[in-house]
């Protein structure tokens, strides 16, 4: 079964400095997706950025980015110039491609703290 | 367009009551998925629904749980005789159709029920 580990349980970054958040996951399948997820106090689900495994071309969407290292299933998430609003729960999640279980499989989370 | 919908955003129930958490998707989205979210742990996977189909529920507790998809109206999540363990955020979820037979591969999620049992 596919796993998604996040090891950080909590990190906390300065406003306006860069984070990184890691992710790793298992799976024996070459074709899937991954996901990041933010969760804000409000709990609403989020999605902040998506990656699909086919292409070598690392995600970004305005200041977060991804990198991916396929080989190593590692699916980090670098949030730049962090601000205030960044402050919440994040969530690495992964799919199968089509044709498999559509279901996401969620890590346990990364809570961050933006300080001012 | 709408976002997902979930009513009620907060449920309380007394233990052996039972709760109805519903869901309407996005507009033209015809896959559901429902969610659990457990304090201080991630979402996992409960039941995924097209229209009238149940696709996968690999991750439905075997009994007290079940849901549907009519093909009218809003997806309805169902647990019977709730005792304090259920007490958790559920999360629905909804994607639009893909190229293919199956659905694209983002879920966009509603804001949760979060149900507390007595």
């Known amino acids: 079964a596919q796993t998604v580990t996040q090891s950080q349980p909590e990190m906390s970054v300065q406003e306006a400095e860069t984070v990184t958040l890691s992710c790793t996951y298992d799976?024996?399948?070459?074709?899937?997706?991954l996901f990041w997820y933010k969760q804000p106090p409000s709990r609403q689900m989020i999605l902040v950025i998506r990656?699909?495994?086919?292409?070598?071309q690392n995600a970004t969407e305005n200041r977060f980015s991804v990198n991916f290292q396929k080989a190593a299933k590692s699916f980090s998430l670098k949030i730049s110039d962090s601000q205030l609003g960044d402050a919440a729960m994040y969530f690495c999640?992964?799919?199968?491609?089509?044709?498999?279980?559509?279901?996401?499989?969620f890590g346990k989370g990364t809570k961050l703290t933006v300080n001012p | 367009n709408a976002g997902v919908m979930q009513n009620p955003r907060h449920l309380v129930r007394r233990r052996g009551q039972e709760a109805r958490l519903r869901c309407s998707p996005m507009?033209?989205?015809?896959?559901v998925y429902w969610y659990r979210q457990l304090p201080e742990e991630g979402l996992k996977f409960m039941v995924y629904?097209?229209?009238?189909?149940?696709?996968?529920e690999s991750g439905m507790p075997k009994e007290r749980f079940s849901a549907e998809f009519p093909k009218e109206g809003p997806s309805i999540l169902r647990i019977q005789q709730v005792v304090r363990g259920d007490s958790a955020a559920y999360f629905c979820?909804?994607?639009?159709?893909?190229?293919?037979?199956?659905?694209?591969?983002?879920?966009?999620f509603g804001p949760g029920t979060r149900l507390l049992v007595l």
């Open positions: 979820a909804s994607s639009p159709p893909g190229v293919t037979a199956g659905p694209q591969e983002t879920q966009y």
């Open positions: 799976t024996s399948e070459s074709d899937y997706y």
């Open positions: 990656q699909e495994a086919y292409k070598q």
């Open positions: 999640a992964y799919r199968e491609a089509q044709g498999g279980s559509e279901k996401l499989v």
């Open positions: 507009k033209g989205h015809s896959h």
């Open positions: 629904l097209q229209k009238e189909n149940i696709i996968d």
